[in-house]
T-cell receptor
Framework: DQQVKQNSPSLSVQEGRISILNCDYT??????FLWYKKYPAEGPTFLIS???IKDKNEDGRFTVFLNKSAKHLSLHIVPSQPGDSAVYFC??????????WGAGTKLIIKP | GAGVSQSPSNKVTEKGKDVELRCDPI?????LYWYRQRLGQGLEFLIY????????KSGLPSDRFSAERTGESVSTLTIQRTQQEDSAVYLC???????????????FGDGTRLSIL
């Protein structure tokens, strides 16, 4: 059973518009959530994170929202740029401090 | 460069052979992780090393998998008697402190793409 789900395998967004990437989880004991970005043939790179005690964290063009009651996490990128085209992974930290990863969403920014 | 380095970048081998994958973490990083990523899936935790503490091996899928780390330096992941289902990208990551510190993200290498024929 997947504890962290990214239900959209891919997403296409026009350059300059907002990209919204979604992530759902099942374990209410997750205490920390992260987003990583991955380019082809490279390892994931850390993007932004949020503690379970918060509902929003912002860093430049990137904002992560956490809705604990819905067990839902989203990443907003605005404005979207061509360099944002990549696979985005959502990850959650469990009570053993292990990261549980979603399958990723491929974001394509159209010029 | 100062990033996590993995070798080889690609490895093709026949079923039944043993393979050894190498990871050089960022200097000074005490924590080291191995993950496996199968096609179209998320990262799957394999093993975690922290300093001289006993490693967390809870993610290793079978006794064919083992890993070593000398102090806070290089780590090797060994897969014995490889099977076709072992085909995946194997990723190594390191972080400055142990994983209980949430403000220390993991830094990843580019992975080793392993193909078992």
């Amino acid at each position: 059973d997947q504890q962290v789900k990214q239900n959209s395998p891919s997403l296409s967004v026009q350059e300059g518009r907002i990209s919204i990437l979604n992530c759902d989880y099942t374990n209410s004991m997750f205490d920390y959530f992260l987003w990583y970005k991955k380019y082809p043939a490279e390892g994931p790179t850390f993007l932004i994170s949020i503690s379970s005690i918060k509902d929003k964290n912002e860093d430049g063009r990137f904002t992560v929202f956490l809705n604990k009651s819905a067990k839902h996490l989203s990443l907003h990128i605005v404005p979207s740029q061509p360099g944002d085209s990549a696979v985005y992974f959502c990850a959650a930290r469990d009570s053993n401090y292990q990261l549980i990863w979603g399958a990723g969403t491929k974001l394509i920014i159209k010029p | 460069g100062a990033g996590v380095s993995q070798s080889p970048s690609n490895k093709v081998t026949e079923k039944g052979k043993d393979v050894e994958l190498r990871c050089d973490p960022i200097s000074g990083h005490t924590a080291l992780y191995w993950y496996r990523q199968r096609l179209g899936q998320g990262l799957e935790f394999l093993i975690y090393f922290q300093g001289n503490s006993a490693p967390d091996k809870s993610g290793l899928p079978s006794d064919r998998f083992s890993a070593e780390r000398t102090g806070e330096s290089v780590s090797t992941l060994t897969i014995q008697r490889t099977q076709q289902e072992d085909s995946a990208v194997y990723l190594c990551a390191s972080s400055l402190t142990d994983r209980t510190y949430s403000n220390q993200p993991q830094h990843f290498g580019d992975g080793t793409r392993l193909s078992i024929l």
